[in-house]
């Protein structure tokens, strides 16, 4: 049964980044420009209850944050050269990986792809095109960083990386409402229905 905690105090973000730092997932709340909750996770420690979990209680679509020299390695070109008009951050054509895999689109699957995205090992033939797991670039800078730049700098935070270092690639995708599953989660009382630690971007940035 899902447990129901009461809205997040100061403080709960710093256990919400350890968390993140240890292979947990959390929700991470967009107080700040109002992009709404997202289930994250370092992707080189997704599996498949953690997958699993993510579709279920969100949107279903999953995406993983890669920084532009990874894009360039592992060739994930970008769907458009366009901001993306949601905020999200530009996306790339999706992936499947190109082993472990079979259609791509169960837990299992999309856990072995995430990973292998969060792989140093890597290679553009690691890959199948297309996929369903979405890569987004970081790093863009309109009138204010796009949700995944946002997303990839907290888990720079989590585990420590210096400024000028690669922040580590996220897998996130955005919340349903526990009250309203018909819609986006965009509060704190939605992020902390589910009893999983919740960061607030505030607390952060």
């Known amino acids: 049964m899902t447990s129901v905690m ?14 993140l730092a240890c292979g947990r997932p959390v929700v991470g709340v ?14 080189e420690c997704a599996d498949v209850l953690s997958i699993a979990s993510m579709v279920r209680l969100g949107s279903g679509l999953l995406f993983v944050t890669v ?16 901001h993306s008009p949601t905020g999200i951050g530009r996306l790339c054509v999706a992936v499947d990986a190109a082993d472990g895999t079979t259609t791509g689109i169960s837990a299992h ?9 969060a792989s140093a090992d890597a290679t553009p033939a690691s890959f199948t095109r297309p996929g ?14 796009d949700r995944s730049t946002r997303i990839a700098r907290l888990g720079g935070v989590a585990v420590g990386a210096s400024d000028s270092a690669p922040s ?31 960061l607030l971007h505030s607390e952060v940035f």
Do not use: K, N
Not at 35 to 43: E, N, T
Not at 67 to 82: C, G, I, K, N, S
């Open 109 to 117: 699957d999309r856990a072995t792809t995430i990973r292998t995205l």
């Open 168 to 198: 580590p690639s996220i897998a996130f995708c955005a919340l349903t409402s526990t009250f309203d599953p018909t819609r986006i989660a965009t509060t704190v009382e939605d992020a902390a229905a589910l009893g999983l630690p919740v």
């Open 132 to 145: 369903h797991v979405v890569p987004v670039l970081t790093g863009d800078q309109w009138d204010a960083p």
């Open 67 to 82: 920084d532009p020299d990874t894009a360039v390695r592992l060739h994930l070109p970008p769907m458009t050269w366009q």
């Open 30 to 43: 967009d107080d700040v420009y109002g992009g709404g909750c997202d289930l994250m996770l370092l992707a």
């Open 6 to 19: 009461t809205a997040p105090t100061a403080g709960d973000s710093r256990a919400a980044l350890r968390a």
